[in-house]
């Protein structure tokens, strides 16, 4: 059994390639016989609005992909499902990783960062060289010496040495933090909490042990396995899937609206876009209509093998 989960964030309206993702997270959980968390990512402000939300869940639904916990109305144990209500958690988090010694305030910008990148240097990647780390790491740095008029993020400092875990998809990664990420962010400049800390957190608190996701992320998930160890906690296992291309080999996003949600559910059944899916990666020889339901005792992960970075859509 593996408790897994879907994570979207409410910034628009679900496209294929996030139903994917949701379809196999949940077959996932349903064929191991465990829980399916629907937990929402708000923690852009600007972005994130509550009516997505509740038209994800609509979609969910459509889908016939339920939920065990979580929401806009779910409350656990360990609160609300909503990342924008989870905050003391994260400062909590965040409080025992500065009493480590491993972390460090940072007021470079952007800017400056990829101006010190080499060329091709990160295939796109911005890796931090340090500029703001302190010599005597690692220590407790005193925050209160800090010039509070210049707003810094918070960062930590990664350690020279590979991250090593294993994806049920991708097989087994090693990823040297200092050379492919460096040190990474935690707690915005601007006080918002980064991606890496709250899906830490959260997912440990949620008792989550298998998250599934696009192998865009996979970088993250050392990044993340690196979080847990030093929080002490143990990290989920990880499933990081093929992203859906369109016909000219583009990676869909929100702005696809011919795979959006809205024009799916107009021109095809949930039967239609089900089977689409589950032919895509071979849980049926064929697209043919199906429910999600009907595909859990096909489910199995080798069937993903030998992994693939992007399918293109037919």
Same mark, same amino acid.
């Given at each position: 059994?593996?408790?897994?989960?879907?994570?979207?964030?409410?910034?628009?309206?679900?496209?294929?390639?996030?139903?994917?993702?949701?379809?196999?997270?949940?077959?996932?959980?349903?064929?191991?016989?465990?829980?399916?968390?629907?937990?929402?990512?708000?923690?852009?402000?600007?972005?994130?609005?509550?009516?997505?939300?509740?038209?994800?869940?609509?979609?969910?639904?459509?889908?016939?992909?339920?939920?065990?916990?979580?929401?806009?109305?779910?409350?656990?144990?360990?609160?609300?499902?909503?990342?924008?209500?989870?905050?003391?958690?994260?400062?909590?988090?965040?409080?025992?990783?500065?009493?480590?010694?491993?972390?460090?305030?940072?007021?470079?910008?952007?800017?400056?960062?990829?101006?010190?990148?080499?060329?091709?240097?990160?295939?796109?990647?911005?890796?931090?060289?340090?500029?703001?780390?302190?010599?005597?790491?690692?220590?407790?740095?005193?925050?209160?010496?800090?010039?509070?008029?210049?707003?810094?993020?918070?960062?930590?400092?990664?350690?020279?040495?590979?991250?090593?875990?294993?994806?049920?998809?991708?097989?087994?990664?090693?990823?040297?933090?200092?050379?492919?990420?460096?040190?990474?962010?935690?707690?915005?400049?601007?006080?918002?909490?980064?991606?890496?800390?709250?899906?830490?957190?959260?997912?440990?608190?949620?008792?989550?042990?298998?998250?599934?996701?696009?192998?865009?992320?996979?970088?993250?998930?050392?990044?993340?396995?690196?979080?847990?160890?030093?929080?002490?906690?143990?990290?989920?296992?990880?499933?990081?899937?093929?992203?859906?291309?369109?016909?000219?080999?583009?990676?869909?996003?929100?702005?696809?609206?011919?795979?959006?949600?809205?024009?799916?559910?107009?021109?095809?059944?949930?039967?239609?876009?089900?089977?689409?899916?589950? @032919?895509?990666?071979?849980?049926?020889?064929?697209?043919?209509?199906?429910?999600?339901? @009907?595909?859990?005792?096909?489910?199995?992960?080798?069937?993903?093998?030998?992994?693939?970075?992007?399918?293109?859509?037919?």
């Amino acid at each position: 059994m593996a408790t897994g989960r879907f994570a979207p964030s409410p910034t628009g309206r679900m496209h294929l390639g996030n139903v994917f993702t949701a379809l196999m997270s949940w077959l996932s959980a349903r064929a191991s016989g465990g829980k399916w968390i629907l937990r929402i990512e708000d923690l852009d402000p600007q972005r994130s609005r509550l009516d997505y939300a509740r038209i994800i869940e609509d979609d969910l639904c459509w889908l016939g992909l339920d939920w065990d916990e979580g929401g806009l109305d779910g409350r656990g144990v360990n609160g609300s499902y909503l990342q924008s209500l989870r905050h003391d958690f994260y400062r909590e988090a965040l409080s025992r990783l500065m009493e480590s010694g491993m972390t460090y305030p940072c007021t470079c910008r952007r800017a400056d960062i990829m101006a010190s990148q080499a060329p091709h240097q990160s295939d796109g990647r911005v890796i931090y060289r340090g500029t703001c780390r302190p010599d005597c790491l690692p220590a407790p740095y005193d925050y209160s010496a800090h010039d509070e008029g210049r707003k810094a993020a918070v960062r930590i400092a990664v350690p020279e040495e590979d991250i090593l875990f294993d994806d049920l998809v991708f097989g087994p990664q090693s990823v040297n933090l200092a050379r492919e990420c460096g040190d990474f962010i935690l707690r915005r400049a601007d006080g918002a909490w980064a991606y890496q800390l709250a899906v830490v957190v959260d997912d440990a608190a949620m008792g989550v042990e298998e998250v599934v996701r696009g192998c865009d992320l996979l970088l993250s998930a050392a990044q993340q396995t690196f979080l847990f160890r030093q929080l002490g906690l143990e990290p989920p296992r990880y499933a990081h899937l093929p992203l859906i291309c369109n016909r000219d080999g583009v990676r869909l996003s929100k702005r696809d609206q011919s795979m959006s949600m809205e024009e799916l559910r107009k021109r095809h059944t949930v039967e239609e876009v089900i089977g689409l899916l589950a @032919s895509l990666v071979g849980l049926i020889p064929e697209a043919a209509p199906c429910t999600a339901a @009907s595909l859990i005792p096909l489910f199995s992960w080798s069937k993903f093998h030998p992994a693939q970075e992007r399918i293109i859509m037919p």
